[in-house]
Each structure stands twice: as structure tokens, then as C-alpha cells.
């Protein structure tokens, strides 16, 4: 890469020093400057807290089985800025990166566009000048105030809501579901999976507000037959499917995923969909690293809770040593709640960037927490303890973070394929 080509891309991550903004002006004018593209484009639009790229990993590959040119729009990445924007596997190239900042640097510098803001655009250019058949796009934070929020789509898509991001959404689960069921547009239908009879409730009022016609996918609706460390079979509407992905709560994804696809796709039977989900890929989720090594990013009360009941359901009777890290704005209440008592061991540590929260003040939160941690000096560290443990019967579990996913698959030396999907 020559040094302008790498100026550019630093101009493209330091917009993040203007940080998170909630609004859809400095989006709709960049998009205005660019020349709309979103306009030409259809898209499915998808917000929650928990579940969102895997819905979208799912539905990516169900469209791209039944002949579909499917764009995909995700945040954040684990490596590369390249995995957030894909077309049929293939993700943007640095070239075409560059080339959407050379042109619009201008537009980007007067109007004061954020990172966030840049990529979307970014992606709804790359998405029209590919001619996609149809978009997928996950909400950043929120959703009625999210960037992404400035498209009208053919399918509207509500996953799992609990508490996060509390500093930009709002201090209570009901302020919070009003948020991210802003996305929810006048007749446009909703998928919805069901969940806590309150949060339902919040949805399905603002669904009949804007006359949107609702699908819920009840939990109860799938079998769960079988999960171990290589992915999770189970039934629903009387079809056996296979999944890659690790977990109960992969299934109730997977669900929302083929009913959408339903919605915009005609060609979709279950042969394709089978094939799909088989080989649906979505890095850092339960992530079988080696051995007895898993990496999640989960970083949540409730995403945390999930993978832990997921290890504990493939490998019982097992200890499980934990390698943990945070960032500093996370509820550290709830996280240490639903981590007490679960683990042998639970190593804390930091990411080698500093990005995430000093090892010693980590520890200090969930020691005030009754949570007893030890401390280690790196993620390289931990691994290493790991490694050692998974020898003595013991299971190891990496999470809290999509920071130090760079160091984790350096360490197991995993080569990291950014259109496989």
C-alpha cells in the first residue's frame, strides 16, 4: 500500500474521534452527496442486542443458495474494516475502500461524517455499483437513531433484546426497546423473535403504530436434538437442520433467518436452505479454537450467560477456565452476576492496543463484586495458561471482546478468511 493510499485509510479510522452520534442528518447528507444510492438498492434491515450477525450471517447465505446477489453490511470487525461490507463472500477490496475516500473526502470533512456514518455510506455505494439484488444491514447501536436507519426495507428484523449500551440507549430495557424498534417502518413486515412479555409488548405496540404485520418466532417452535463441539442439530416445522454455529441461541437465528428469506425469495426450498446453514460461518461465536478452547465475543449479561450454559451443555462435568476482558463501558453488575460461580478459574487480562479496560481496574470491579479473578499480563499469557489446562481436563473459554481477536488467532495460528462466511 503507498503512502497516500495509507493516509487514506487513517483519515478513514480517525473519523472515529468524533465518536458515536445518534441522528440520521450528517448520514443523509453524505448519502446526498454520493448521489443517494440507497435509493436503487432493497434491503432487510436488522437491530437487537444479541444475534445480529449471526441472523445476518445466516440469511447472507440462504439468499446467496437460492441465486440471489446479496450484499452484507456488519459491525464491528475482528480483523480487517474489509469484513464489514461483502458481496456474494467477496469483501470490499483496499483499492475500492480508497477509492470512496479519494472521491469523497471533501463531503466527508465538511459534513463531519463519523466513522460509522462513512461505512455505511461507504457500503450502500459498494452495494449499488455491484447491483445487488438485495442488502442485509445490521443497526450499529440502536436503530432509530442508527445510521443505518435512513433506508425503507422490504423486511424488518428484531432479534434478542437485553441490556447494553446503556451510555448511548438509555438506562432501562423499556428505553432501550424503544430504540432499536425504531427501525420498524410504516407496512413494512416484521420478524420479531419472541422474548420477555414486557419487551414483546413495547415492539408489537410500535408494530401496530406503524402498521407493520408482525412474525414472531416462538423459542418453542424448534427441537433442539443435538449440540457438540462441531454445531447443533435440531427440528422445526417438521425439517432436521444442521448448523455450523454452536448453541441454542444459534437456533433461534437461524429461525428468524429462514423466515425472512421466506419473505423476499421466492426461490428459497429447504434443500438450499440446508445447504446454507450447514456452511454458515460467523468467526467469534463459540468459536472452537483447539481442543478444549472456545473464543466468544460476547460481552453482555446475557450473551455471557448463553455461552456459558453452551460450554457447560457440550462438555459436562468439566471445569471451565475463563480468559476475560471488558470494555470500560460495559454493566459490570450484571456481567459479574452472571459469572460468579461458573468458572474454576477466571483469568482477566487487556488487549495490546489499550483499548479495552486496564487489567488491575478489571480486577478491582469484580473482586468489588465477589467475583475472585487473576490477573495475567496478556492475552498471550492466558492463552498459554489455557492451553496447559485444556490438557488437565479442563475446558477454556476466551471472551468479552472482538478487541483481541487479532491476538487470539495469531496465537493459534489461524488463518483468518474474511469472505468465507
Avoid at 438485495?134 to 422490504?154: F, H, K, W
Avoid at 467469534?284 to 460450554?311: C, F, K, P, Q
Wanted: net charge positive; aromatic share 6%; hydrophobic share 40%.
Amino acid at each position: 500500500m503507498t503512502s497516500d493510499h495509507q493516509k487514506l485509510f487513517e483519515e478513514l479510522f480517525n473519523l472515529k474521534r468524533f465518536g458515536i452520534k445518534t441522528g440520521l442528518e450528517h448520514t443523509r447528507k453524505l448519502l446526498q452527496a454520493v448521489g443517494n444510492p440507497h435509493y436503487q438498492l432493497k434491503f432487510i434491515h436488522v437491530a437487537g442486542t444479541n444475534g445480529k450477525g449471526s441472523t445476518c450471517a445466516f440469511l447472507y447465505n440462504i439468499l446467496k443458495q437460492a441465486g440471489k446477489k446479496v450484499g452484507l453490511y456488519t459491525s464491528p470487525h475482528l480483523l480487517n474494516i474489509n469484513e464489514r461490507i461483502r458481496v456474494n463472500g467477496k469483501t470490499i477490496s483496499n483499492e475500492e475502500i480508497i477509492t470512496f475516500m479519494r472521491k469523497n473526502q471533501k463531503h466527508i470533512k465538511n459534513i463531519q461524517s463519523t466513522f460509522f456514518e462513512t461505512t455505511t455510506v461507504m457500503a450502500f455505494d459498494h452495494f449499488s455499483k455491484h447491483n445487488v439484488d438485495i442488502a442485509i444491514i445490521e443497526t450499529g447501536l440502536g436503530g432509530r437513531l442508527d445510521s443505518t436507519n435512513v433506508i425503507t426495507p422490504e423486511v424488518s428484523i428484531i432479534t434478542s433484546i437485553s441490556m447494553d449500551h446503556m451510555d448511548v440507549l438509555g438506562k432501562g430495557i423499556d428505553q432501550i426497546t424503544k430504540e432499536k424498534s425504531g427501525i420498524i417502518k410504516d407496512s413494512v413486515p416484521l420478524i420479531l423473535l419472541g422474548q420477555d412479555e414486557y419487551i414483546q409488548s413495547i415492539i408489537l405496540e410500535k408494530a401496530k403504530m406503524k402498521n407493520s404485520i408482525v412474525t414472531i418466532i416462538h423459542p418453542d417452535n424448534a427441537t433442539l436434538i443435538r449440540i457438540d463441539c462441531k454445531g447443533t442439530l435440531f427440528s422445526y416445522n417438521g425439517n432436521i437442520f444442521h448448523i455450523s454455529l454452536i448453541g441454542k441461541h444459534q437456533v433461534l437465528n437461524c429461525m428468524i433467518a429462514i423466515e425472512a428469506a421466506k419473505k423476499v425469495c421466492d426461490e428459497v426450498n429447504q434443500d438450499k436452505i440446508n445447504k446454507a446453514c450447514r456452511s454458515t460461518k460467523w468467526p467469534g461465536r463459540i468459536e472452537h479454537l483447539i481442543n478444549y478452547i472456545y473464543y466468544d465475543v460476547a460481552h453482555n449479561a446475557s450473551s455471557i450467560s448463553a455461552i456459558i450454559e453452551t460450554i457447560k451443555t457440550i462438555h459436562p462435568g468439566k471445569s471451565i477456565i475463563g480468559l476475560f476482558c471488558l470494555k470500560g463501558n460495559k454493566d459490570i453488575d450484571s456481567i459479574a452476576d452472571v459469572i460468579r460461580g461458573h468458572f474454576f478459574q477466571l483469568l482477566v487480562t487487556s488487549d495490546e492496543k489499550g483499548l479495552l479496560l486496564p487489567m488491575n481496574r478489571l480486577c478491582s470491579l469484580l473482586s468489588n463484586h465477589q467475583v475472585e479473578p487473576t490477573p495475567v499480563p496478556s492475552v498471550e499469557n492466558g492463552i498459554t495458561i489455557l492451553k496447559k489446562a485444556g490438557k488437565e481436563d479442563c475446558v477454556g473459554l476466551i471472551f468479552g471482546s472482538h478487541y483481541i481477536a487479532n491476538e487470539i488467532y495469531r496465537m493459534f495460528e489461524i488463518s483468518f478468511d474474511t469472505g468465507n462466511i
